[in-house]
């Protein structure tokens, strides 16, 4: 009968032992509580959890991405736009993850939704097309302020997508498409300018050298004949037909 009974003992002693072996991987750690109190953080490797004295919660430590579901978020300049983001993070402390906040991974979801329409909604629409990376890094600080109290580090936040409706989607087609044409005339006014000027410096250089302007007018013949046409239009420079005007008028004077 004593055998038997210490042969109870032994088993029941063993598959105690059996059950309070807990092994942790080297990306977990375990929050011990003993009695409902907090006693510390085991892990990772080999250790003993008493049963019914003790409990474990197993953390995970990796980083976690987390998709922040589309947002409907209405910008300073009144445009209605759906947003939706990815939020990379990881515990730091499994401890607070565990006591100072009920399912962190929750509270990180709804922190990061109402964070994201409250910061989008301070800015134009422009600034959300075209200064992402901005607004990612305000995003990212203003969660990771709010969840160090929690023990989680927020690393990243990215912007995914940003939806229009269709008539706010042709809007800015047609904004992008006066924006070139007004590029453009921008641009040709600048080249009629810069045209002009050049054109100025070199009446002035040649009203300097009178021979220049002779030797143009032999390279501009020079130009037409090369192209094999039947007419030649030659200019006559004003030198020479200002003396035959000026015996013109002296000979009208006489008669008159």
């Not at 002693?13 to 409902?36: D, N, Q």
């Not at 990215?158 to 042709?170: G, N, Y």
């Amino acid at each position: 009968m004593l055998i038997n009974f210490g042969f109870v003992i032994v088993v029941l002693l063993a598959l105690l032992v059996f059950v309070s072996i807990k092994i942790l991987p080297e990306y977990e750690r375990g929050v011990m509580f003993t009695l409902g109190r907090m006693t510390g953080v085991k892990g990772p490797g080999l250790f003993l959890v008493i049963p019914i004295l003790q409990k474990m919660v197993k953390v995970d430590m990796r980083t976690v991405v987390m998709d922040v579901p589309p947002q409907d978020v209405i910008s300073r300049d009144n445009v209605s736009v759906r947003v939706n983001a990815v939020v990379y993070f990881r515990v730091i402390n499994a401890d607070k993850a565990i006591v100072e906040v009920e399912h962190f991974y929750d509270a990180v979801s709804q922190l990061a939704q109402t964070t994201l329409r409250s910061v989008l909604g301070k800015h134009e629409l422009d600034d959300m097309l075209a200064e992402r990376d901005k607004l990612n890094i305000d995003i990212q600080a203003i969660l990771d302020r709010h969840t160090d109290a929690w023990g989680i580090k927020v690393a990243n936040v990215e912007i995914k997508q940003v939806d229009l409706d269709e008539s706010m989607t042709r809007a800015i087609a047609r904004q992008a498409e006066a924006e070139r044409a007004r590029r453009a005339k921008v641009i040709n006014a600048e080249g009629e300018m810069q045209a002009a000027e050049n054109l100025r410096g070199a009446a002035e250089q040649l009203a300097r050298e009178p021979q220049a302007l002779q030797l143009r007018y032999l390279q501009t013949l020079v130009d037409i004949a090369g192209e094999n046409n039947s007419t030649i239009v030659f200019p006559l420079p004003m030198d020479l037909i200002e003396p035959l005007m000026d015996v013109a008028r002296t000979v009208k004077d006489k008669d008159g």
